[in-house]
């Protein structure tokens, strides 16, 4: 038997919910700091794939702005575009709060969780955008005998899923966009890739209960009819 558990009186126990799974696309820009031999993650970005009401994108600041290629500069990563920004250890408390309930997508899932481990504790689960699609769409290779990885922008193109005006790949708000579309390209086409489709519906489940009521409901007519001879 198991062991009774004794509350004080007057204590209160916490309420307790359940809530559906949430699929949260994300993505980060990093850059690889040579002296140090560290990563630093100066853009992050996250969009609730089904929901695109909800999205966040933020700068984050950085040791040196200015180790950041012409390029990105060119394109708004200005020394001055990081003043005031939060860090990345700043904003963990809120990540761990809003994706306990999700899983998390991202183009290369083993580059973001070598980048940012963390990660692997915060969500309920993760998965890799890149490898799903290789297993559908990645071009042969005869020489390691698998699909071929492709790079976000590539699949992309395959999809035919264009960019919006002032987007641009390598941007974390616009990978994380193209990176949804993707998901549910991929979702279309039926491929195993997620927990809804192994989710009970709530309908479903009210029709095992009632199955299962008139389960008990017949044993217990047949049982007291047993006793009644």
Known sequence: MGEV????LGSKIRSMVTQPLRWVA???ESYFDELTGRSHVYEI??????NPDFSFNTKLSIPDPQCLNDWRKERGYTEESFINMPTLQDIIPVLRFVLGSCVLVAWNLQHELRIFPELRTMVYDHKCCMKRFAD??????????????DKLHVAAGKLNIPLQEGEFFHSASTDTRILSEVWKQLDKNGLPAS????????????????????????????NESLNAT
Not at 5 to 8: A, D, G, I, N, V
Not at 136 to 149: A, H
């Open 5 to 8: 558990l004794k509350f004080p």
């Open 26 to 28: 994300m993505d980060t």
């Open 45 to 50: 970005s996250f969009r609730d794939i089904y």
């Open 136 to 149: 559908q769409f990645g071009d042969y290779s005869y020489e390691f005998n698998d699909r071929e990885w």
């Open 195 to 222: 927990f809804r489709d192994e989710l009970l519906l709530r309908s479903e489940a009210e029709t095992l209960f009632r199955e299962m009521d008139d389960l008990a409901n017949s044993l217990r007519e047949e």
